[in-house]
């Protein structure tokens, strides 16, 4: 074999090896570089009450009340197969409404219930101007992972 | 590729190719980000912020793009010992680097009203911080190599390993639940409506025009001075 190929096949089997490490590594760290819980995994994964942890899901819809205070707002986060109680003190982003992503910072008050201190708007991959939307309420198909 | 072995043909392409790609390039990024900004609709939900998106794709393909360069010219130089790759390796880094930044503070400009945060650690936002670290030390490397007189050797073989991080920034929003949103543009199609997507390609390839162009120009800058280099060299002077 020329000393050519041999780099070729060395530097082919290095590459491959690495790609092969990095996708190894990343199949393993699949849980843990989740970014939030989906209410299902949260009950999946008995999170332990009081552990700062982000809830990911979809705000259901008719779920948002506000409290008297003003400031202070319950909704429920779904992914369709579970849903967990949220409430929230503070101004939340302005694309966060019903029907919409939510990423909540916080911690689960009780099997059910979360206590949030952070609110962040998921946005999805969709993107249209307004007179396409229909009539302006915000759907989002699926939660995807 | 092999023709380009000889400078001289190299640059006889270069020098025409630099200024074309340049002007076709600078003419196209004006006429896309031009219509982003005045032509198209707002979106329905993030109103005007929607715009960013005409600097922020080009910058993250320009971004992640780079270093899939660095990567195929890396293997040309340690396989083929080609004379250009090296050079054309070290010139595209700092380009890269620099449209990585715009990719990561143009998004961050536009995550601050859209999701209510400067910043978050998630999969796709950390491993593009990564990419423009990883181009730092890369830059560092080939810059220490070169003025210890090596051959570029251990440039090259970071510029390999490096490439791992690019399937991890593609898939990061597939793999992992995170903040960033998933792909809009796939081969099946696209989730951005018509009205608002026609000016992406044309900033896109704009872009893509003008990136060729700066690395043509660091090439030929690069090409130069070695021969500087080479003629104080023989003239018995140390440059």
New interface residues.
């Given amino acids: 074999m020329k000393a050519?190929n041999q780099?070729?096949v060395l530097?082919l089997l290095?590459?491959v090896a690495?790609?092969g490490?990095?996708?190894l590594g990343?199949?393993a760290?699949?849980d843990q570089?989740?970014?939030?819980y989906?209410p299902s995994d949260a009950v999946r994964d008995h999170v332990e009450l009081g552990r700062t942890v982000r809830l990911?899901g979809m705000v259901e819809k008719g779920s948002l009340r506000r409290e008297p205070d003003g400031v202070t707002i319950d909704f429920r986060v779904t992914d369709g197969a579970a849903t967990v109680t949220a409430r929230y003190t503070g101004i939340?982003?302005?694309?966060?409404r019903e029907g919409?992503g939510v990423?909540a910072e916080g911690r689960f008050t009780a099997p059910g219930r979360f206590a949030a201190d952070?609110?962040?708007?998921?946005?999805?991959?969709?993107?249209?101007?307004?007179?396409?939307?229909g009539n302006?309420m915000?759907e989002t198909g699926s939660l995807?992972? | 590729m092999h023709i380009f072995a000889n400078p001289v043909r190299f640059l006889q392409l270069a020098r025409p190719l630099t200024g074309w790609c340049g002007w076709i390039g600078a003419v196209l990024v004006v006429a896309g980000l031009g219509a982003g900004l005045f032509l198209t609709p707002p979106d329905y939900l993030q109103g005007e912020t929607v715009r960013i998106m005409y600097l922020h794709v080009p910058s993250a393909w320009l971004g992640m793009a780079g270093w899939g360069g660095i990567a195929v010219a890396s293997i040309m130089e340690l396989v083929w010992r080609h004379p250009l790759a090296g050079i054309a390796a070290r010139a595209v880094a700092l380009p890269g680097a620099v449209f990585t930044g715009i990719c990561l503070a143009t998004g961050s400009i536009w995550g601050r009203p859209t999701w209510g945060t400067w910043w978050e650690w998630d999969g796709r936002l950390t491993s593009m911080l990564v990419l423009l670290f990883v181009y730092i030390a890369y830059i560092a490397l080939a810059e220490a190599e070169a003025d210890r007189g090596g051959q570029g050797r251990i440039a090259a073989i970071f510029g390999i390993v490096g490439v791992v991080n690019l399937p991890i920034i593609h898939f990061s929003v597939l793999w992992w639940r995170t903040l960033h949103q998933g792909e809009s543009i796939g081969i099946t199609g696209s989730s951005i409506a018509g009205s608002i997507l026609w000016p992406l390609p044309v900033a896109l390839v704009g872009f893509t025009l003008l990136f060729v162009s700066i690395v043509l120009m660091r090439m030929r800058a690069m090409l130069a001075r070695q021969k500087v280099e080479a003629r104080l060299r023989r003239m018995g002077t140390e440059p």
């Fill in positions: 050519k780099r070729l530097a290095a590459l690495l790609v490490a990095v996708l990343m199949s760290l699949k570089a989740s970014y939030f989906s990911g939340v982003p302005d694309l966060f919409s990423v952070t609110i962040l708007a998921k946005h999805d991959e969709n993107y249209k101007p307004p007179e396409l939307a302006g915000h995807k992972r």
